[in-house]
């Protein structure tokens, strides 16, 4: 049976994609610093390419769903010429986890929060997904009956890179975390449950423009 460790460290990683969760990141060179996220005040949805996987040593854990909603700066807001251009989002929705541990399972996952998205034009482009204090919380059930908490101490802060994509049905801009991005938690809940730890994850995301779905979520100069 694979260590306590890496069933907690998972079970929040799974949480967390929250990653999941990283949101805006690669495109064409940047102009001098200068950022703006397109269209300008559009409605913009965050969702995963094929399932979101987490892995700690042999021990994996699958999502099959992950939505999170939020909306683009209406101009001037969406551009700044000497830095990242900032996105409020309300807390993603994450459904059909599972782990590949016998006689465990993950019993509720609740977000909270204002989960922030920043991206920095550049080549590639830059960008962070800064999860609340507290923003992710994960139960589990079974022979390791658990609470663990995503970033318990202040907040997290996951990067990964961006592509422009073309449209937001058959070619979104979609968003890779950077290799070995780790994400803090704390567990409660007895003699198999740890009390801290950092989690990987690794999961492709499209960001969609909901509002008109013949364009995409940009980022550029």
Known sequence: MRSTNSLSRVMIATAAV???ATFWGAGPAAAAGSTTISPAG????LKNIGNMTFTLGTFTATCTTMVANGQVPASPGNHNAAGPV??????????????NAPFTSISSIT???????????????????IIPTG??????????TCTVTVAPSGPATVNGTFANGTN?????STIT?????????????GGLCPTSGNA????KLGAYDTDNTATAITVGP
Not at 177 to 189: H, K, L
Not at 200 to 203: A, I, L
């Open 18 to 20: 929250a990653a999941a």
């Open 42 to 45: 559009a409605h913009a949805q």
């Open 86 to 99: 900032s996105i409020t989002a309300a807390p993603p929705s994450i459904s059909g986890c599972s782990i």
């Open 111 to 129: 977000t909270s929060g204002t989960w922030t998205i920043s991206a920095q034009n550049g080549s590639p482009i830059t960008g962070s997904l």
């Open 135 to 144: 923003g992710v919380v994960v139960k589990t059930s079974g022979l390791a």
């Open 168 to 172: 937001s049905t058959t070619n979104p």
């Open 177 to 189: 975390p950077n290799s070995g991005q780790t994400v803090p938690f704390t567990a409660t809940g």
């Open 200 to 203: 990987t994850f690794n999961v």
